[in-house]
């Protein structure tokens, strides 16, 4: 066997793709992009051959061709959630999914018998099939992890027959639903979630957060066992934040792709096919979230916030050519999880990752952000993340029993030390006991605290600066040059109060993943002078663990080459000296030999 393939089996053998996204950012498009069989059916952009303008093209070049050459390699299996949830819909009858939508919709009977009436004859005739995939562990608390692995493969990828359902019960609902609320299929994830059982919404039990990523594994098992262990997987889509946890945290070829593009964008897609009220009625999939809600509910902030591979999807810019900025990182991230290390990094990449590490310094309970802040060349000027100022103590290191206790004074101000917070923190914590925590160390946040306590919200009682902001002020702390026409990273996006300050000193681009849910680009980064406006760029790129994973190679590049040509300069070097070394003999020997013709020549006359 070539050694190189020996080397990159496992990751040629295995590989999980998930998709996230907010609704119109094109999570679908990538899935059918990747389980299209032929490379030229995919479109890609062509790479230039001549005159490249920068290492980009060239880089562009390799993955291409690269991916031409290995595309029939792969052969993705698309796993999609909606499917799974629609699966759990045939443990019940009928007449209990009828009177579920009676109570969701009570004014609408007429419209829920038509869509009983609709579904009824598919409903029917896949019930014994759907059940079968669970029928051998139906006595069984944990089924989700015990399906009849050919059953599965058979009615969930084979057969198309449930996805045809999905799609038509996908419809229906949707002219039933109240586009003001979640979508019935969101509702169901919601409650399969959080109680096991999509016709209820009750009875929390977080052992079914990962319900639908426990069925997704089952699938890939059965993927597996009906390719020869085999099997190169994307899952469309990921909507629960814990969901891609359990993935990262079972498979290492595991890649949470992002799907981002701006707002405006998204909307006018989803437009074409819902009325603009409707479409933007749509955005309540992004809504913020309580700590028990997180277990269960649609989060794609936070799906998004941790991706791997950040892919932008703007809208098209030439008629009748599509998606050409998305199938070019496509073609990228896709040779690099292949061959690691086959290209480097962009400088943005680069730098967002500094920013991504950075992050990890913070001492916030809330969020983690991180910020770099870099001149027009790319080169490094300032690191910052979101922490308090130096000299207090970080809000994770703070243990709320020592503010009752006045155990340590210098962690806490004199405000937290009065008795509104110290009184409210005594009430919250009266029944506290140190085993109820499993040793971890009870901290607060002050401003939710103090926000409850004036009864309204306001960011300014944050007791950490913003990391983009103190990115900036590093510099004016420390010394350094100016920040005009410099470049802002940051794992969010400015508030409007960095915003500000980006504007401020002459930020020229800001550089950020996920928007910040206020009023920052439309009434700052939008106003004033063209020439003095920051240029707002949505992050494409690889972060944190995928940074390292795809530009880390396996081997020196070098070393392949030596073993892919056969070649070895040392070799080839001494073949040539000894080639070098013989014709010297043979040419010294013409010479002996001519001189010693010349000298009988010379004999022979006397």
């Known amino acids: ?62 993955v291409y061709n690269y991916l031409h050459e290995n595309w029939s390699n792969w052969k993705f299996v698309l796993v999609r959630p909606s499917d799974i949830i629609v699966s759990f819909l045939f443990k019940h009858e009928l007449n209990s999914i009828k009177k579920y939508l009676n109570d969701t919709f009570p004014e609408k009977d007429s419209e829920v018998q038509g869509v009983i009436d609709y579904i009824n004859d598919d409903f029917e005739s896949l019930k014994y099939f759907v059940q079968k995939v669970f029928d051998q562990s139906s006595t069984s608390s944990n089924y989700r992890n015990t399906l009849d692995l050919d059953a599965a493969y058979d009615v969930f990828i084979i057969d198309n027959k449930l996805a045809d359902f999905s799609n038509k019960l996908k419809i229906k609902l949707a002219e039933l639903s109240n586009k003001s609320k979640p979508s019935l299929f969101q509702v169901f994830g919601n409650n399969l979630r959080k109680s096991g059982n ?24 059965a993927i597996r066992k009906n390719s020869g262990k085999k099997a190169w997987v994307v899952i469309d889509s990921i909507r629960n934040s814990l969901e891609a946890l ?15 593009t701006e707002n405006k964008t998204r909307i006018e897609r989803l437009t074409k096919l819902y009325s603009q009220q409707d479409a933007e009625a749509l955005d309540i999939e992004y809504t913020n979230l309580s700590s028990e809600e997180k277990f269960y509910e649609q989060d794609i902030k936070s799906c998004i916030q941790v991706a791997d591979i950040h892919l932008y999807n703007p809208q098209d810019e030439q008629p009748g050519i599509r998606y050409q900025v998305l199938k070019k990182q496509l073609v990228r991230y896709l040779s690099l999880i292949k061959q690691p290390g086959i290209i480097t990094p962009t400088p943005e990449e680069r730098n967002m990752q500094i920013a991504y590490t950075a992050k990890y310094n913070s001492g916030c309970i809330s969020r983690q952000v991180g910020a770099v802040i870099t001149d027009q060349s790319f080169s490094l000027k300032s690191v910052g993340w979101n922490n308090t100022a130096e000299g207090q103590t970080p809000c994770l290191l703070r243990n709320v029993t020592d503010l009752i206790n006045d155990t340590d004074s210098t962690a806490f101000s004199d405000h937290e030390k009065g008795d509104d917070v110290k009184g409210i923190l005594k009430e919250t914590y009266k029944d506290f006991r140190t085993g109820t925590f499993n040793g971890r160390n009870i901290s607060f946040c002050f401003k939710e605290v103090h926000n409850c306590i004036d009864g309204h919200k306001n960011q300014v009682h944050t007791r950490s600066l ?38 401020q000193l002459g930020i020229k681009k ?20 063209d020439n003095h406006k920051p240029e707002l760029v949505l992050f494409n790129g690889a972060i944190g663990r995928a940074y390292h994973q795809l530009f880390e190679p396996f081997m020196a590049y070098k070393d392949e080459l030596k073993i892919l040509t056969k070649y070895d300069y040392d070799n080839a070097i001494s073949s040539i000296n000894k080639d070098k070394v013989l014709d010297d003999l043979r040419a010294m020997k013409e010479k002996i030999e001519k001189r010693i013709r010349s000298i009988e020549d010379a004999e022979t006359d006397n």
């Open 246 to 260: 359990y993935f990262k945290e079972r498979f290492s070829a595991f890649y949470l792709f992002g799907i981002n």
């Open 1 to 62: 066997m070539d050694p190189l393939s020996e080397l990159y089996r496992l990751r040629n053998d295995f590989v999980v793709i998930g998709l996230t996204g907010r609704l119109g950012s094109g999570c679908t498009t990538v899935a059918e992009l990747l389980t299209t069989k032929n490379f030229e059916d995919c479109s890609f952009p062509l790479p230039k051959s001549s005159d490249f303008l920068s290492n980009e093209e060239r880089k562009y070049r390799i």
């Open 466 to 503: 913003h990391a983009e902001e103190n990115a900036m002020l590093q510099i004016a702390k420390y010394g350094g040059e100016g920040l005009k026409n410099g470049y802002l990273f940051t794992t969010a996006s400015p508030c409007e109060l960095c915003s500000k300050k980006a504007y």
């Open 198 to 221: 999509v016709l209820n919404d009750q009875n929390f039990d977080p052992a079914n957060c990962y319900a639908i990523s426990e069925v997704s594994n089952q699938l890939i098992k």
């Open 510 to 529: 800001i550089f950020y993943i996920d928007p910040y849910p206020g009023i920052a680009e439309k009434q700052i980064l939008r106003s004033g002078q």
